[in-house]
């Protein structure tokens, strides 16, 4: 947080300007696309750096756009759809193909565009691209060149392929900006397979027993990973809040299977041995009732740690994250090549000493919550 | 066997990461166990060494020296897997203990043996040891071993805190009234050839207090005495933080032994000439008691705990009242007709305590929790003022709601202005009330002062720092307590 203080002067977002967009466009909004290849009237800061940190997120100057903002402005490139990346209030809104429909979803009329992973595009003086992150289904890292000098935004990512979200890629740059919601050393994840195969004999041993099963995990993401890794043991029922998103994707095209959203008269007795996926929110609940004699678990990385499985009182939790584990976060930054690295989302003041004496350049993107750390209570929500 | 600053080293080193690194993850965790079966590369080779054996092994490490310990320790990280692991460390820290009140656990025991309750909690008293007894000698009392038996204590009778007004108990002559002194319970045994003094925790403190080896020529074996233990000088109680300072010692200096003499007020008798007298009114039993105790020989450091006599409940608050000056926390109001029942049974004992000091304060520093609460902000340091500053005298950690830490921790989490390790510093802007026992003059801490038993009351949003106590209002409860 000092480092980046001192070194990345800290500017106002610039004021919205009612400044037509000038020069041709070959994008599909046509002359109409809030993100131009030229703004001749916002020079470009020659000394500057390519990203700086300010009061509203993530501020590029060279091309005048946000990344994953958390307060209203005129353009905002966005990574994924947890919500918060993807905030209300945006004047234009630039993600990919894949993550828009659920962008749309959550935030209702907006004006946004869809990019192909992959394709460059040109924004003032910047050359952006959005590649895959393995976040969740659509999320995506992005790629910032300007004038030689290349950065790239993590978002939210993992490594390992989940079979769903499109696999991460490794993308070389000279500045990093990376999340670190597990940057310690506690954690370490086990392959995919073998949480499967735990919650798998869970959901068997629930079913053997007459017994639902009722699985907690994030709508977005995790709630699909779920259903695709597991094995066909019975029904899949799911609570509202995990079937808008699961319908969505579904319709994407994601291979997902299929599912019953809970309406009156689907409980335990209709479907009988059926795994429920159902947001934290909705364990012990009086919906969750229907489904008694029934076992509950949750599906996060959190519940590596005792202490928080025993305070939410989780008889059983299962660890499995959509964030980058310590092995993972070490590789991914190793394979960008670069030599300086912003962290921010996580533990974000011991790793960023760690990789400091690891030899890199490291520094701190302050978040909007004021605090250095996100930890579990903040956290949560958004894995 | 293996102190925790030799496991983090040693761990750290294990897992290839640097001692602040570990430290951080610590801090998250909350669980020195944990911490370290999670930072540890996967096992090498599976192990299964077996309870039995790898205690036994734990216990002949005793007084080896570091190299032979860390070997031990090193071997057994890289042949367990994460679970095993973590209840190994879980052994090594003496944390593998699961939170069963002790009535819980003779309660299911007793079911499970088919034993009686009362009969039970005895066997299990004392400080036996599993290597040389079996479950079997010592759950149905067949072939106890010599060595432990002879000086066992009884289970404690426990006193309920006293709610509702002292008139719900009925007629006051009913009742024996004595002070609540502020010392350490215990049980003092003499049996043919056996004398041990045992703390409420079933600890052996016989050693601690070798003003009272006389007591073992005069007491008749077969004695039994329930008291407190005091540091007592000119007629009056030390407070509780004298006889603190003998607690922690194997051995007592004279030093301490001439500034704070302990002295046992007796409350209880229940055994006399080898004949267990708790189903007797603790009318008899007190009778017999001061019988007793008048014919031993003076000077000898054991007293009978002085009755509170008052014809009415008015005149035993009054009485009440004063406690602070007598040096005690308050009146304990036992029935006349009451067994010396086994641990806490309401009804019959009540303890009747005088209304806790409290202050008003500001949070400054917040550190988190362990175990359940790790990740959650629970301990925090308190300040009152002092002129413009702001002066640390008090930490706390219990007392709110977990709605109430949840919102602290939030709050803390976006106004942190330092961290240190695990410590973050805090604006002085949350107001807390909260209670102690007891305050005492220590210049061990900036404050000068220190705090008995202090806890949260509760959280005084409608409090702003600047209308807190100050420093001088604690040193002013000080100079009464003193006097």
């Known amino acids: ?383 | 066997m293996v102190n925790s600053t030799e496991l983090r080293l040693w761990a750290s080193d294990a897992a290839g990461i640097p001692l602040w690194l570990f430290e951080e993850s610590y801090a998250v965790a909350g669980d020195l166990a944990e911490t370290i079966a999670r930072l540890l590369p996967p096992a090498l080779q599976a192990a299964d060494p077996g309870l039995d054996a790898t205690l036994r092994r734990l216990i002949a490490l005793t007084g080896q020296p570091e190299a032979a310990r860390r070997a031990f320790v090193a071997e057994a990280w890289a042949s367990l897997g994460p679970e095993e692991r973590f209840l190994f460390n879980k052994l090594l820290t003496g944390g593998f203990r699961m939170g069963v009140s002790q009535g819980l656990m003779v309660r299911a025991l007793a079911q499970a043996t088919g034993e009686e309750e009362a009969t039970l909690a005895h066997r299990l008293m004392g400080d036996w040891d599993p290597a040389r007894i079996t479950f079997e000698a010592l759950v149905t009392g067949k072939g106890a071993t010599q060595d432990t038996g002879d000086a066992r204590p009884y289970p404690f009778a426990l006193a309920a805190p006293l709610e509702d007004a002292p008139e719900s108990l009925g007629p006051v002559a009913d009742w024996l009234a004595e002070w609540k002194w502020d010392g350490i319970r215990g049980q003092l045994v003499t049996r043919p050839g056996a004398f041990a003094l045992w703390s409420r925790g079933e600890e052996l403190i016989t050693d601690r207090f070798p003003e009272f080896a006389p007591l073992a020529d005069f007491l008749p074996p077969g004695t039994v005495l329930d008291g407190e233990v005091l540091g007592w000088r000119d007629n009056a109680p030390l407070p509780f933080a004298d006889l603190q300072k003998r607690i922690g010692r194997k051995t007592v200096p004279r030093k301490l032994l001439t500034e704070a003499p302990a002295r046992m007020l007796a409350y209880d008798l229940l055994e006399e000439n080898g004949q267990d007298l708790r189903p007797l009114p603790l009318s008899t039993r007190r009778a017999r008691m001061e019988a007793l105790l008048l014919r031993l020989p003076p000077n000898l450091p054991l007293a009978p705990s002085p009755r509170v006599a008052a014809p009415d409940w008015t005149a035993l608050a009054a009485a009440r009242s004063t406690a602070r000056e007598t040096g005690t926390e308050g009146l304990m109001l036992k029935r006349l007709t009451s067994s010396y029942h086994v641990g806490r049974k309401r009804g019959d004992w009540w303890k009747w305590k005088i209304d806790p000091y409290s202050v008003d304060a500001v949070m400054i520093y917040a550190q988190a929790g362990h175990g359940r609460r790790a990740n959650l902000y629970t301990d925090f340091t308190f300040a009152v003022r002092d002129g413009n500053d702001l002066v640390p005298f008090a930490k706390a950690y219990s007392g709110l709601t977990d709605a109430e830490f949840a919102e602290i921790t939030r709050w803390v989490q976006k106004h942190t202005l330092e961290r240190f390790g695990p410590v973050r510093r805090v604006p002085p802007e949350l107001v807390f009330e909260l209670a102690f026992e007891g305050i005492q003059e220590s210049p061990r801490h900036k404050s000068g002062i220190a705090l008995r038993f202090p806890r949260m009351v509760r959280w005084r949003r409608d409090k702003t720092p600047d209308q807190i106590d100050t420093i001088d209002s604690l040193r002013a409860l000080l100079r009464v307590a003193q006097s």
Request: charged share 20%; net charge neutral.
């Open chain 1, 1 to 383: 947080m000092r480092e980046v203080k001192q070194r990345l002067a800290r500017h106002e977002s610039p004021k919205a300007k009612n400044t037509p967009y000038a020069g041709a466009s070959a994008h599909f909004l046509g002359n109409h696309s809030p993100f131009p290849p030229r703004r001749p009237c916002y020079p470009s800061r020659m000394a500057g750096p390519l990203l700086s940190f300010t009061d509203r997120g993530l501020y590029c100057a060279a091309g005048d756009f946000f990344i994953d903002p958390w307060r209203p402005v005129e353009r905002a490139l966005v990574t994924h759809g947890h919500s918060d990346h993807a905030r209300w209030g945006h004047g234009a809104y630039l993600a990919t193909e894949q993550a828009l429909p659920v962008i749309r979803h959550r935030l209702g009329e907006i004006r946004a565009e869809g990019i192909a992973y992959g394709t460059a595009r040109r924004i003032g003086d910047v050359e952006v691209s959005f590649h895959p992150a393995g976040h969740v289904p659509g999320s995506a890292q992005i790629r910032l060149e300007h004038k030689g000098e290349v950065w790239v935004v993590s978002g939210d990512y993992k490594l390992e392929a989940d079979g769903l979200s499109e696999p991460f890629e490794p993308i070389r740059c000279h500045t990093f900006i990376s999340e670190c919601t597990f940057g310690l050393p506690l954690f370490r994840w086990a392959p995919q397979q073998e949480v499967a195969n735990q919650i798998a004999e869970w959901w068997a041993a629930n079913r053997a027993e007459g017994k639902t099963s009722i699985l907690a995990a994030y709508g977005l993401g995790k709630a699909q990973r779920l259903m695709s890794m597991l094995p066909a043991l019975g029904p899949i029922l799911t609570h509202g809040a995990v079937e808008e998103t699961t319908r969505i994707l579904r319709d994407q095209g994601y291979a997902i299977p299929p599912t019953i959203r809970v309406t009156a008269g689907v409980d335990a007795k209709s479907h009988p041995g059926a795994l429920v996926i159902a947001p934290p929110s909705a364990l012990g609940t009086p919906w969750a009732r229907r489904f008694a004699p029934s076992d509950e678990a949750f599906a996060s990385g959190w519940m590596a740690l005792r202490g928080i499985r025993r305070r939410r009182g989780y008889g059983t939790g299962f660890v499995i994250s959509d964030h980058a584990d310590w092995p993972a976060l070490n590789t991914a930054i190793r394979e960008t090549g670069a030599s300086r690295v912003f962290v921010t989302h996580g533990y974000t003041a011991p790793f960023r000493r760690w990789l400091e004496e690891q030899g890199y350049e490291a520094g701190i993107v302050q978040t909007e919550f004021g605090g250095d750390e996100a930890e579990p209570s903040e956290v949560e929500a958004q894995e």
